[in-house]
């Protein structure tokens, strides 16, 4: 665009002798209407006037009053160049001025639409996490029978295979121990950067003595993720028996007592991670009454020894062939799975006093079967259905056990056995395949009581 | 505008006009608190003729508390040394600088907190900060208690970091990479 500077009546040819620029229009200021001689939107640069004498008398419109006037002095005709350049310099400026104010708003803008979308991300959070769980079990390695034993002054360390951020609580599965000793158990988690947090031993309800017992921190863990591993460091008298879990091919993720070999089996146990605040699940009172330094036993009794089984369960849609049944040549119990689902079985009514563990022995019965998948679990009489969610008191399966193939399944009652109780069988196919001869054989039964039973039961 | 900072902020900058907008933007916010005394911004090059226009309306309106140098492409590394170099002749009493990228801003109180860490950690010269992604949920944290193990799996050690003057006087004042 073109500047447009406006010059008193016989200036003009002067003026433009000035200036010697044709970006700019020198317009002369006439009789007419300044709508007349400006042309349509222009806005002048400057107006300039012969002398002050008639810059009063030169009459112009109003919105022309706050355009810069200068004087022409024919005698120094450079002033008015300088004053044009002056001029021009000022407005670049004060335009560069307005860019960068300009730059300024729409920085803040962006950042205030950033501050406003991270609030509604957070409200959005927010309300997608309030139906979500607020703690989980990093880690779940059930007992399967098998202790180590701690002399005074020995210390344990097992890796744990979890990052150590949010960790909230471990339990560690005691077989027999009372709470004062419990106590002297030191439990600290080591991070992989060095730091050494300890646990303290929770206070379980009803004076649990033996099962699942709890290390918790006041907060859970803080900062980044990082490797971590748990260290135990028996503080008492006599020893200390501690559960084991299952065996790991990998030494490096087995327990290793300090200065001996790995073992070949983990340490029974339970990660607990959360956010701050939350309460965690109590742990399962499997114990009963106090003042007991019994260790358990333990005996081991076929299918015959049982009632006979009954399917329990079986998956809707099921068309194909589905059984349980005693098989007395093979003293076996079979349960045969549907392509649709697991086939749950019950042995009801058997008496468990003081139940702490229960194992059973598994086969794969035919040489021609699918693999299978393998659970048990156990129930206080009678309440095995009583919420229709009989798979909540199932052990850990045990997954895709191929044909012949032999394994223990494990269960640990999720609340007290006190007497006769219901044992569940359940048996699924591996693979979605036909389930002709899925022969899923149980074939023998480990029960694990604590000798602490009481009176009243006994 | 206030002179009396300890810190001086360099940017150097290549291929960033617009992201280079918010980047002044929160040195310029931060300066209200006092601990900034001047910004350096070396166009290292930028083929992009946003980038002097947009320098030359923040210097417009931030006037000699910035100092806007224009230079052939010569790489990063080059251009924060250039930059060290043009803030200690600048300021040659400064305590420490920060180096921000283009692609990067401040938080709010980013500069109070730098002023803090100088304070209350006299004998340490070079300071890490947190950091977050835009648009990510990740907040990476510089170890605060450092660990060989740690950084031995995981390193951030992000390039933005305050540097007190005494480690990068003239001898040693260079950034590699």
Known sequence: MRAVVLVQNGLKSLVEGVIRSCSISCIEIGSQSANEFLPPGQRPLAIVLKNTATRKTVKLPEFLNDVPRFLFDPENKEKLFLDIIELLLAQLNASEEDAGCARLSAAILRAENQTLEQNLKSVEDFLYTLGNPRFMRALSWDPVGVMVSLNPGAALAQRLPTGAASIAAVDLWVPAALQEDIARLECRILCASGNSIALEPAPALAGVEAGWLRFALSTPLRGPEQDCALQLTWRGEGPCVLGLGHAVPDPAFAVRAEGEAAQDHVLALRVWKSLPGVHLPEVAAVGLGKGSHGAGDANFITPSELPRPELFSTPPLARDHISAAFWENEDAILVHPSRHGPVCAVIRDVELPALSHISALVNVGHPRAPSLNFSVGVAPHGQVDEDGYWQRRMGPWVHGLPPHGWSQVHCIPVEPIVGRADILLAVSLATDQPNDLSWGLFRGFRIARRNNVPQALQ | ?177
């Open chain 2, 1 to 177: 505008m206030t002179t009396t900072g300890q810190i001086s902020i360099i940017i150097p900058t290549k291929g960033h006009p617009v992201l280079l907008d918010d980047a002044i933007a929160a040195v310029h916010r931060e300066m209200a608190s006092g601990a900034i005394r001047r910004l350096v911004v070396i166009d290292d090059g930028c083929e992009h003729a946003e980038t002097r226009a947009s320098l030359a309306s923040w210097q417009a309106i931030m006037g000699d508390s910035m100092l806007a140098l224009h230079f052939p492409n010569a790489g990063l590394s080059a251009a924060r040394n250039r930059g060290i170099k043009a803030a200690l002749a600048a300021d040659p009493d400064i305590e420490a600088l920060f180096l921000l990228d283009a692609d990067n801003t401040l938080v709010e109180g980013a500069a109070a907190a730098c002023q803090r860490a100088l304070a209350q950690h006299p004998d340490q010269d070079w300071f890490y900060p947190e950091f977050d992604f835009f648009g990510q949920r990740a907040h990476y944290i510089a170890d605060h208690d450092p660990s060989l193990l740690f950084h031995a799996h995981v390193n951030l050690c992000e390039a933005g970091s305050l540097i007190r003057r005494r480690a990068s006087m003239p001898a040693s004042a260079s950034t590699r990479r």
